[in-house]
C-alpha cells in the first residue's frame, strides 16, 4: 500500500529525531548555566523565610527574591538565537495560561488579535521588532505549565527575508511558521491546524519539549512549592528526571516551632 505525502513526512521527522538524539544534539544544563545559577540562588533564598511564607509562593513573591541581575537573566538568557537581519519575533503562548511571563510586557512585546491552533491548544501571539543581532527571550513562568511557548520568527517588513542561527537550546530545526507543523519535540503528531492567513508568511517556527516547563517550577498551584532543576539529559522529555529541590523544607528556626507570621527574605541577601 503506498504511503501518503504527510505520512512518508512525518516518518521523516521521527527519524530526524532518533537521530538528532543519537548525536547527542539536544541541549543539556550546560547550555544555560546562568538560568541554573539563578535558580540556585532563588531556591536557597526561598529556603531563608518561613514555612507560612513557602507555603503561600506565588509569582509576586518568586520575583521580590529576584535582584535586577537576576531578573535579567530570567527575562533574556532562558531562550537565545541570532537574526541575520531586521526581525519580527512572535511568542506564542497558551491563552489558558494563568501565569503571563513576567518579561513579555516589560521588554515590550504587545499581545495581537492573533490566534493558533492545533487539537489540544488555543495560542495568543505576542509580538516585537529586533534589529539584526542576538534575540534573548525569558522564562515560560516559574509554575508547571506543561504547555511551553514557541517562538516564530520573520522579517520585520513585508518582502523581506531572516535567517535565524545558534539558537541556545535548539530542539529539532527549524520550519516554516504554517499549517501541519509541529511545536513540541516531545510531541511530533501534534500539528498545528489553525494559522492566520497571510500573518506569518515567510516566518520561521522555533519549536520547543513541553518538558521544559519542568526547569524553573517553584509552586504548582495547591501543591508544595519546588524547583525541578534543568535538564540534565539530552532527550525530550529531559526535565523528567531532574533533581529536585524541595523549597517546603523546613529551616532550623520553623522546625523549632518560631513566628507563625509569614517571613520573606529580602531580594538583596
Request: proline share 7%.
Amino acid at each position: 500500500m503506498k504511503q501518503s505525502a504527510p505520512c512518508s513526512i512525518l516518518r521523516l521527522r521521527a527519524l530526524a529525531l532518533l537521530l538528532a538524539l543519537f548525536m547527542g544534539a539536544l541541549p543539556s544544563v550546560a547550555e544555560v548555566p546562568a538560568v541554573a545559577g539563578v535558580m540556585d540562588a532563588l531556591v536557597a533564598r526561598c529556603l531563608e523565610g518561613d514555612a507560612a511564607f513557602r507555603d503561600g509562593l506565588q509569582p509576586d513573591a518568586v520575583l521580590g527574591l529576584l535582584t535586577p541581575g537576576q531578573r535579567e537573566t530570567l527575562s533574556t538568557a532562558y531562550w537565545t538565537f541570532e537574526v541575520s537581519a531586521p526581525a519580527l519575533v512572535s511568542v506564542v503562548r497558551d491563552a489558558s495560561q494563568q501565569e503571563l511571563p513576567f518579561w513579555l510586557e516589560e521588554r515590550g512585546f504587545a499581545k495581537t488579535d492573533l490566534v493558533v491552533k492545533n487539537e489540544n491548544y488555543t495560542y495568543e501571539v505576542w509580538q516585537k521588532a529586533f534589529p539584526a543581532g542576538r534575540v534573548g527571550l525569558g522564562i515560560n513562568g516559574f509554575a508547571l505549565h506543561r504547555s511551553h511557548y514557541f517562538v516564530g520568527v520573520g522579517p520585520a517588513e513585508k518582502g523581506g527575508s531572516v535567517t535565524v542561527t545558534g539558537a541556545v537550546p535548539v530542539y529539532g530545526a527549524p520550519m516554516p511558521f504554517a499549517r501541519g507543523a509541529y511545536t513540541y519535540l516531545d510531541w511530533t503528531d501534534l500539528l498545528l491546524e489553525e494559522v492566520p492567513e497571510g500573518a506569518f508568511e515567510g516566518h520561521t517556527l522555533l519549536p520547543t519539549i513541553r518538558g521544559r516547563a519542568r526547569e524553573l517550577r517553584m509552586y504548582r498551584r495547591g501543591r508544595d512549592a519546588r524547583w525541578t532543576g534543568l535538564p540534565t539529559t539530552t532527550t525530550p522529555r529531559a526535565g523528567r528526571g531532574s533533581p529536585r529541590t524541595s523549597c517546603t523544607e523546613p529551616t532550623s528556626s520553623t522546625a523549632s516551632g518560631a513566628s507563625s507570621t509569614p517571613t520573606s527574605p529580602s531580594a538583596t541577601a
